[in-house]
């Protein structure tokens, strides 16, 4: 099972051409680097509101988008959530070894995708767009489900879609917290792409999706 912003994408980097989009699109004066800094405070003070609970998740966009415009103190118009939305769809693009590592597991494994997403509908479009839906048979939203990682039944409900027990499965994921603990919380082991000193309760840390390739390559090659 796997993670997909972070982990299979990279959803920074779509984020910042979407946002540097925008910018050229509106004409917005304040310096591009001052537009993005405000959109990332912006982002991160909608997710807390979120975690409290007073504010849909589904308005992220929006409320991201008009708090940053109201900070630069640029017009603002409904038109610029279609604007981010179309360009961080188009921006999708899989991670560097994402491809060879799926294509090389998918004739031995059941391989499932569990993406902490909001909005379903936007993170299928993403996926489809990046290509890497073809090596899925199931991919499970927490938007949709209505329960977000770590918690352990969003891990079991995707298990049991996939036909799997908890200790026949492994998570991979980039979040210390959300993959890591949750994954491990429901019974699975867990694999955590970062760079930096392996986490106490992952069964590997590694710093990229080749890694794991080449570890699984020799294993497949050994049995």
């Known amino acids: 099972m796997f993670d997909f912003d972070g982990t299979l994408t990279d959803f920074v980097a779509s984020d910042l051409q979407a946002l540097s989009h925008l910018h050229r699109h509106a004409g917005v004066e304040t310096p591009l680097d001052t537009f993005i800094e405000a959109s990332v405070d912006a982002i991160m003070s909608f997710h807390g509101r979120v975690e409290q609970g007073s504010s849909n998740p589904l308005l992220m966009h929006l409320e ?35 491809v060879k590592l799926l294509r090389a597991l998918q004739p031995h494994f059941k391989l499932g995708l569990l993406t902490n997403a909001y909005d379903g509908k936007e993170q299928r479009a993403r996926l489809e767009w990046s290509g890497l839906d073809r090596y899925f048979s199931v991919v499970v939203v927490s938007g949709e489900v209505g329960i977000f990682k770590p918690d352990p039944q969003i891990f079991h409900h995707t298990l ?54 080449s570890l699984c390559s020799a294993e497949m090659t050994a049995t």
Request: with cysteine.
């Open 64 to 98: 991201r988008l008009q708090a940053t415009f109201a900070h630069c103190g640029a017009e603002w118009r409904e038109e610029y959530v279609a604007v981010y939305r179309d360009q961080l769809v188009t921006s999708c693009a899989p991670s560097v070894g994402a």
């Open 160 to 213: 049991d879609l996939l036909g799997v027990e908890p200790h026949e499965a492994l998570y991979v994921g980039d979040s210390p917290s959300h993959d890591v603990e949750g994954a491990v919380a429901a019974g699975m082991s867990a694999v955590l792409i970062r760079r930096g000193p392996a986490h106490p309760r992952a069964f590997l840390t590694v710093s990229t999706l080749n890694e794991i390739l």
